[in-house]
């Protein structure tokens, strides 16, 4: 039985929200971060040498990567589910989303997030300078990246209800933690009303309740 690492406020949620989709047994053991530095604990090493989340354990097998572990998943498990058929468009679309996600969307907003925790986390005798460092980049190089990236992906959504075309597919739970990130701290409003309705969408499934349900509180770092 699939085993998931699942830390909290994590990717791993992601994981939990496939298999349920999927209806596939699985067991969850959970980590929490550090409240003070919001790092996953020394115990996950003890999983994999680079002690991050997400991870499963399945028998013999061992593996790190959100997109590694879901397509493993959907090999194993998946029976064709939540993938286009190869050689269709769809499929394509599928692949390029499924990397996307994190090749492209979430590095801006992983910076996002460390410039505004080095503002606040610096030396009371030098957060002006950091301050004023971290306003800079975040002004002129990484929220215009994100913003250019939710004005894509807007743009892409009104082609097809989901990312890979007018069925749900796993490159849409693959692209869920970016927008919910973008939604908490990138600046995914109202004014790009596709990406609401997708995050509407999703927040609406069962599998996603349930999911949440058992991973326990889902609240992405700001």
């Known amino acids: 039985m699939i085993i998931v690492h699942h830390l909290n406020n994590s990717r791993s949620q992601r994981l939990l929200w496939l298999l349920e989709e999927l209806g596939v047994l699985y067991d969850i053991k959970h980590y929490?971060?550090?409240?003070?530095?919001?790092?996953?604990p020394a115990e996950l090493r003890k999983v994999h040498?680079?002690?991050?989340?997400?991870?499963?354990?399945?028998g013999e097998v061992t593996l790190a990567e959100s997109g590694a572990i879901m397509e493993y998943v959907l090999e194993?498990?998946?029976?064709?589910r939540l993938m286009p058929r190869v050689g269709t468009p769809e499929r394509l679309r599928y692949t390029y989303w499924m990397h996307f996600a994190e090749g492209t969307a979430m590095p801006p907003l992983v910076m996002k997030l460390v410039?505004?925790?080095?503002?606040?986390?610096?030396?009371?005798f030098v957060r002006p300078v950091a301050r004023a460092i971290a306003k800079k980049v975040n002004d002129?190089?990484?929220?215009?990246?994100?913003?250019?990236?939710?004005?894509?992906?807007?743009?892409?959504?009104?082609?097809?209800t989901?990312?890979?075309?007018?069925?749900?597919?796993?490159?849409?739970?693959?692209?869920?933690?970016?927008?919910?990130?973008?939604?908490?701290?990138?600046?995914?409003?109202?004014?790009?009303?596709?990406?609401?309705?997708?995050?509407?969408?999703i927040h609406a499934r069962e599998a996603y309740r349930a999911a949440?349900?058992?991973?326990g509180e889902y609240k992405l770092l700001r």
């Open 140 to 160: 002129g190089f990484v929220q215009p990246n994100i913003s250019r990236q939710l004005d894509f992906m807007e743009s892409e959504l009104s082609r097809s």
């Open 32 to 40: 929490e971060r550090d409240k003070r530095t919001m790092l996953a």
């Open 115 to 124: 410039l505004g925790r080095m503002a606040k986390g610096a030396p009371f």
């Open 212 to 215: 949440l349900e058992k991973g």
């Open 49 to 58: 040498p680079l002690g991050k989340s997400p991870v499963i354990t399945d």
């Open 76 to 80: 194993k498990y998946g029976r064709g």
């Open 162 to 201: 989901w990312f890979a075309g007018n069925e749900f597919t796993a490159a849409d739970i693959q692209m869920s933690f970016p927008l919910e990130a973008a939604s908490a701290r990138g600046g995914l409003d109202g004014s790009r009303p596709k990406l609401m309705e997708f995050l509407n969408r």
